[in-house]
């Protein structure tokens, strides 16, 4: 434990283990929207935060981006210096290693383990949680995937704290107090960013975070959201036969975008009520999913009220450089 809490992973190994919901995790594949990064609901748009992930992962969310050269000269002695042991030949091309095989090398440790052999699992450990998270934030925007991976984990529970009898959305489950009073305020360092508007990068992969088109989850008034954006031919890009490739400089605008993350914050008013305005839903409605919303693209639910503040249209943002007002979310 020592190791992990230095790594930022003292509270990921704290988690308990639980059986996968598969019928649920398809039914949440179903309303992801590749194309805004969210799921789509009749209550509206809603996703796997930043904030999710610091509140229920405890991982840190802020500072520089995971980029650069991916690959190394020797990649099976690095591999050995790290973690006291490399795959065989035939079991990775060092692209990536295969969860199967650290868990059959680091799965269980001996009574007897050295300091070095604790240090090299807590770095192993570390390394699968990562690999898990980005994955499945990145093959959830694919429509063609048929099989998941990733942190699975961090998507069901997401759901079963938003859904916990799939009746409605609770749009702000960190405030009853039986979660409040457990989350450590370490969560709560990087909130000035949770709502952000920006791209999220490792090495090759680049997925945009919109942040500003669930602000309800934030517990404030959602407005009709500008156009989402887009990351382009960069989206399907692998680290195939670009073994010397520095992403960072591949990358560089969105990096330079990443780096402009405290200035793409959209204003924020507090909500008293999470429902939205009738003029959110009726945006909402006319262009969502027909078949999650029953086909019924311009109904106004009758429990709609009314909130006000919001345009009839959807504005345009061309520019991923467009200026957000600074305003930090203040923690809940």
């Known amino acids: 434990m020592p190791y992990l809490e230095l790594a930022g992973f003292g509270s990921v190994a704290l988690i308990r283990s639980s059986d996968l919901r598969f019928d649920l995790l398809s039914a949440l594949v179903e309303r992801w929207g590749p194309e805004t990064h969210t799921f789509h609901f ?11 992930v610091a509140l229920q992962l405890g991982l840190p969310i802020d500072g520089s981006p995971v980029t650069g050269v991916s690959s190394f000269t020797d990649p099976a002695a690095l591999c050995y210096q790290l973690l006291g042991d490399s795959p065989e030949d035939g079991e990775s091309y060092f692209s990536g290693i295969k969860f199967t095989w650290l868990k059959a090398k680091i799965g269980q440790l001996s009574t007897t383990a050295t300091e070095g052999e604790f240090m090299c699992a807590a770095r192993a450990w570390g390394s699968a949680v990562l690999a898990m998270l980005y994955r499945e934030l990145c093959r959830a925007t694919n429509p063609d995937v048929v099989d998941m991976g990733g942190c699975l984990i961090l998507l069901q529970s997401w759901a079963l704290y938003r859904l916990p009898f799939l009746a409605s959305f609770i749009w702000m489950p960190y405030r009853r107090p039986e979660i409040a009073n457990v989350v450590p305020s370490s969560a709560y360092v990087d909130s000035h960013i949770w709502c952000t508007n920006t791209p999220i ?5 680049v997925e945009w975070y919109h942040g500003d088109r669930v602000l309800r989850q934030f517990g404030c008034i959602q407005p009709i959201p500008f156009s989402p954006c887009q ?18 400089i591949k990358h560089q605008k969105f ?7 405290l200035r793409r914050i959209p204003q924020m008013v507090m909500a008293t009520d999470p429902q939205p305005s009738s003029e959110y839903i009726q945006w909402y409605y006319s262009c969502r999913k027909p078949y999650i919303l029953k086909g019924q693209l311009t109904v106004i639910p009758l429990h709609v009220q009314q909130l006000g503040g919001s345009d009839a249209t959807s504005p345009m943002d061309p520019d991923p450089m467009a200026y957000y007002p600074p305003q930090p979310a203040e923690p809940e």
Not at 231 to 248: A, I, L, S
Not at 255 to 261: D, Q, S
């Open 42 to 52: 009749p209550c509206g748009e809603c996703t796997v935060t930043l904030k999710d």
């Open 201 to 205: 990068i490792n090495f090759n992969v």
């Open 231 to 248: 990351v382009g031919v960069v989206h399907d890009m692998t680290k195939r036969r670009r073994f010397q490739m520095d992403w960072g």
């Open 255 to 261: 990096v330079a975008l990443w780096n402009y993350r």
